[in-house]
């Protein structure tokens, strides 16, 4: 199995530019997670979709984030416009669901984003 | 909501065990997870625990009492390569399945 793949793996832009996030999750698997990780505040939910469906936005930090997943093998994290504090690590994860069980999250490989 | 505290850093020695430690406060609860992250990579599933009681795999043990909001991950002769944060997370009662809540991590350096 390929596992979770995302890309870019890194991304630099100027800030005011759109910036777009790729994550495939891992076959058969009908949870997909956005996360952001950063020195200051550690691995923060932005979104989480169960069969397509956003189930919990409550993370997306302002309306210059934007996630959609038009199937069951793609999502997409837009930053438009993006400014130098969205600079991070944002990962996607994946997983099984109904929950009760072990169903850990497989996380993908990350997108390191420079706003400069 | 939820609210998990770890230590933000620990060290220890190659060969010994270390014990971290998380704590807990939530809405509802139903399992916490442990992940291991070396730096720059992913993070990577490590142990799972719903019930209360120390669940061992090889040379790590995740413990968990329900009662008191508390769990630790215990690491026993430690190699050099076990140098990487460790993050506790918590799954919650909601009608959003699988989602989890992650700790600040607790990055442990393991020195000769």
């Known amino acids: 199995d390929a596992g979770v793949i995302q890309s870019p793996r890194h991304e630099v832009t100027e800030m005011g530019q759109e910036v777009t996030l790729r994550c495939k999750p891992i076959s058969g698997h009908n949870s997909l997670f956005w996360y952001r990780q950063t020195m200051m505040r550690g691995l923060e939910l932005l979104i989480y979709f169960n069969n397509n469906v956003p189930i919990d936005d409550s993370g997306m930090p302002e309306d210059r984030f934007s996630a959609k997943m038009p199937n069951a093998s793609f999502s997409t994290l837009k930053i438009q416009p993006s400014e130098p504090r969205d600079s991070a690590v944002y990962f996607c994860?994946?997983?099984?669901?109904?929950?009760?069980?072990?169903?850990?999250?497989?996380f993908g490989p990350g997108t390191r984003l420079t706003v400069t | 909501g939820q609210n998990i505290d770890q230590p933000t850093e620990m060290t220890a020695t190659e060969g010994a065990i270390v014990q971290i430690n998380c704590t807990y406060q939530?809405?509802?609860?139903?399992?916490l997870f442990w992940y291991q992250q070396h730096a720059g990579e992913a993070p990577t599933f490590l142990s799972y625990n719903v019930l209360d009681g120390l669940e061992e795999k090889g040379r790590f043990s995740s413990f968990l009492s329900r009662s008191k909001g508390y769990s630790y991950l215990l690491l026993k002769e430690l190699q050099m390569k076990d140098s990487a944060s460790y993050l506790c997370a918590v799954r919650g009662l909601n009608n959003a399945g699988n989602m989890l809540t992650f700790g600040g991590g607790t990055r442990l350096m393991v020195k000769p």
């Open positions: 939530t809405s509802g609860f139903n399992g």
């Open positions: 994860a994946s997983s099984l669901v109904p929950s009760g069980g072990r169903y850990e999250q497989y």
